[in-house]
Every structure is written in C-alpha cells, then in structure tokens.
C-alpha cells in the first residue's frame, strides 16, 4: 500500500472519529435532555414518589416528595399497599420493586375520603331525620292546641317549646334538603318579601340579648326559588344572631346593605358578634364551632346559592356574608 493510500486512510478513520464522537456528543446531549423532561414530568405530578436504591438510599424523589418529608419517615416498607394519615390529610402508599429499585408513591385521597365519609353522615342524618319527623310534628300540633288553653303566666314555656321545635324542625328540614340535593323551582317574587319572611321567622328563634337588626332589601322583582332563598337569608341571620349570643357584649347589631352591579345582586350581611375563627371551614358540611349548631346551615346556603348560579363570600374584616345572584 502506498503512501498516499495510507493517507487517504488514515483520513476517513480521523472523519469517521469524529463523526462517532459529534454522534455520541449528540446521543448525550439527548439523554441528558430526556433525562431532564423526565425529571420536569415526574416533578409536576401531584403524587410524592420516592425511587429508593437496593440498600434503602435515595435514589431519587420528585417536588411533591421534597414536600412530604415527614410522611417519608412514617412509610412502612415491608408493605406494598396501605393508608395512612398525617396532619389531617390521607394517603394510600403503594410500593414497588423494578431493576433492584423500590419506587414508592404516596397518593392523596383525602378528598374522597372526605366524600364518603359525608355519605356515611348525610345517610344516617336522613335516617334520623326521617325517623324524628312525625314525632316533631305531633309536639309541634300539640303545642300550638296547648298555647291557645293556657292561662297568660304559662304562655312563655309554651312560646320556649315552639321556639325549640322551630330549631329542630329548621334542622331536621336542613338534613333532608342537604341528602336529596337542592332543586330549583322558580318563581317571581320581590326581594322585600325575603324580609318580610326573615321577620317572621325571627319571632320564633328565641336570642336573650338587645339585638338590632336591620333588612333593607330592594323592592326589586326577582325570578328564583323563593323558599329556598327564604332558607339561606334566614340561616345567615340566625348565624348571625347566634354569634353575637357567643360574645361578651350585651347587645349587638346585625345589618343587611344591598348594591347592584352591572351583573349581579349583592347582599352584604354584617353582625357585631364573635369573629370566624376559620375562614376555611365556614362551609365544610357537619363541621361548626357553635353549641347548637349542627353544620349544616352555610353548606346547605352555599348549595342553594351554587345551584342559583351565583356565590357566597365571606369576608373577615369587617366580617360580612356577601350573597351575589346573577340579574
């Protein structure tokens, strides 16, 4: 072989090179981007997993993993599938085992948790409500037969167990509405008949304090369910009237403004009781901070709201219920 054979050889070896190594550079730079789009995916999943070597080291672990260090510490190994609680949330661990690896995901379901145990409640609440129905309404009869017998110094015990089974009666109403789901049956009505209604339900809801309360709905027609929202101002003003019974104060004042957007009616409910302790769990069902309050009443109002197309917001300072409903 002559020199310039060897040359040309030894030049489409050198080319050959550096082909293999610009196609190796690119191989690297590929997986490395690969690598890297894995890491970005894995890292938005709203599950924690964790990738442990043979030896239990960290091999890796994504943001959610990163965020769930004290949920780590708590895994049980030695098992594939479980659940488990930590600060008030659940998860369901799985673990597995691929290439001497265990990969372990922590997946939270606390929400459909949440979901059934708010169907093992609203089941037995409507049970009982059922149950507890007939027998209210006869004491309900009999005592309004009784009011109408009794001499004047006796008719304030039977006002207190009228007030007490209008209470009992809102709530046993309250359970069975919240169970079967809210429906809308609508009418045309006018915004100052809710304070009309409001009134007359206040006769019945007995409060020992100096309490002021000020309705200044619209005379404005509207076309919604009627009873339904009747349900919502009322529970709000009860709440309302129950806060301020919570406070040190000896009286208090609730007031109902009124404004019109472009869009929508805005009621701003205010009342000088005690401030909302959270704000978070205002209208999570059978959860209340009262003495006599079964959870019930703000859900249930954000539900009939919901089911008007329109929203419930509080505010905390100064604390206020808005209710908007669309025009």
């Known amino acids: 072989m002559n020199s310039k054979n060897i040359e040309d050889s030894l030049k489409n070896l050198i080319e050959q090179t550096y082909q293999i190594e610009q196609e190796y550079k690119n191989l690297s730079l590929s997986y490395q981007n690969l690598q890297k789009i894995v890491k970005d995916v894995v890292d938005v999943l709203p599950t924690a997993i964790w990738v442990l070597n043979s030896d239990n080291t960290m091999f890796l672990q994504n943001a959610q993993a990163l965020k769930s ?85 006796n008719k304030l015990i039977v006002n207190e167990i009228q007030s007490a089974i209008f209470r009992l009666e809102r709530i046993i109403k309250a359970t069975l509405l919240f169970t079967k789901g809210v429906q809308i049956n609508r009418i045309n009505f006018d915004f100052i008949t809710l304070k009309h209604e409001c009134f007359e339900a206040l006769k019945f809801y007995g409060y020992s304090k100096d309490i002021q309360i000020g309705l200044n709905f619209p005379n404005i027609s509207y076309n919604a369910d009627f009873a339904l929202l009747c349900m919502v ?27 019109k957007t472009k869009n929508e009616h805005k009621f701003y409910l205010y009342d000088s009781g005690v401030s909302i302790a959270d704000s978070g769990m205002v209208f999570e069902p059978f959860k209340t901070s009262k003495l006599n309050g079964n959870g019930l009443g703000l859900s249930l109002c954000l539900q009939i709201i919901a089911a008007h197309k329109g929203s419930i917001e509080v505010i905390l300072n100064p604390k206020c219920f808005c209710v908007s409903l669309p025009c």
């Open 69 to 153: 260090k004290g949920l780590f510490k708590m895994l049980n190994l030695n098992k594939t599938e479980y659940e488990c609680e930590l600060g008030g949330l659940f998860y369901l661990i799985k673990i597995s085992s691929k290439d001497n690896k265990k990969i372990i995901q922590a997946i939270d379901i606390t929400n459909q948790k949440r979901t059934e145990r708010l169907a093992s409640m609203g089941q037995v609440a409507a049970h009982l409500a059922h149950e507890i129905r007939n027998p209210v309404g006869s004491i309900s009869l009999l005592s309004s037969t009784l009011l109408k017998r009794v001499d004047d110094n």
């Open 233 to 259: 101002f009322e529970n709000l003003i009860f709440n309302a009237i129950d806060a301020i019974e919570e406070s040190d104060e000896e009286s208090g004042n609730i007031r109902l403004e009124y404004e």
